[in-house]
T-cell receptor
């Protein structure tokens, strides 16, 4: 399995402010997929954003954007204008160009948005 | 679209009994289903991958005789925890790969298993 590292176990942010979550990964592949998933207290896994490695343009989804640095094998998530509903555990995940389609998850970062 | 329904959401069973967890893809055909286990405040640990009509592939260290996976149709995969013990208590999540607009993975809502 590929190694995905999230070095920030917990982060706290004031409502309306911005927070950035880090993620690094280890691979020798050139084509792969990266994901950020959100797991709120309900524990339902929700896709936040997805990035294909062959695309140089960073993916964005409303208030969520990524900084994809392929050479550095870095895939950080920025949450802008944080809302109380963003409080959740966030997981970075990697999928290689393999036919088994397995996802490798990082350890997760718990984000708490303060009112 | 691409919804996976997982049942039950919570189950309590006695030690030594078996429990079955179902995951159904409601609006797509799930040729591949993944089963995860998650401990509180930890990441998802992949237990096995099931493909419709074939035997599941288990990750290293996962007891295939304890965690029986069946994927008999394109819309239903089941995980049976056999002879459950308190250490099997955990949160179990299924996930299906879907190919549609782009492609991705959709997750069930999870099952909290408590073995007493």
């Amino acid at each position: 399995a590929q190694t995905v590292t999230q070095s920030q176990p917990e982060m706290s942010v004031q409502e309306a402010e911005t927070v950035t979550l880090s993620c690094t990964y280890d691979t020798s592949e050139n084509n792969y997929y990266l994901f950020w998933y959100k797991q709120p207290p309900s524990r339902q896994m929700i896709l936040v954003i997805r990035q294909e490695a062959y695309k140089q343009q960073n993916a964005t989804e409303n208030r969520f954007s990524v900084n994809f640095q392929k050479a550095a094998k870095s895939f950080s998530l920025k949450i802008s204008d944080s809302q109380l509903g963003d409080t959740a555990m966030y997981f970075c995940a990697f999928r290689g160009p393999y036919n088994d389609y397995k996802l490798s998850f990082g350890a997760g970062t718990t984000v708490t948005v303060r009112a | 679209g691409a919804v996976v329904s997982q049942h039950p959401s919570r189950v309590i069973c006695k030690s030594g009994t078996s429990v079955k967890i179902e995951c159904r893809s409601l609006d797509f055909q799930a040729t591949t289903m993944f089963w995860y286990r998650q401990f509180p405040k930890q990441s998802l640990m992949l237990m096995a991958t099931s493909n419709e009509g074939s035997k599941a592939t288990y990750e290293q260290g996962v007891e295939k005789d304890k965690f029986l996976i069946n994927h008999a149709s394109l819309t239903l995969s089941t995980l049976t925890v056999t002879s459950a013990h308190p250490e099997d208590s955990s949160f179990y999540i299924c996930s299906a790969r879907w190919v549609g607009q782009g492609h991705g993975y959709t997750f069930g809502s999870g099952t909290r298993l408590t073995v007493v």
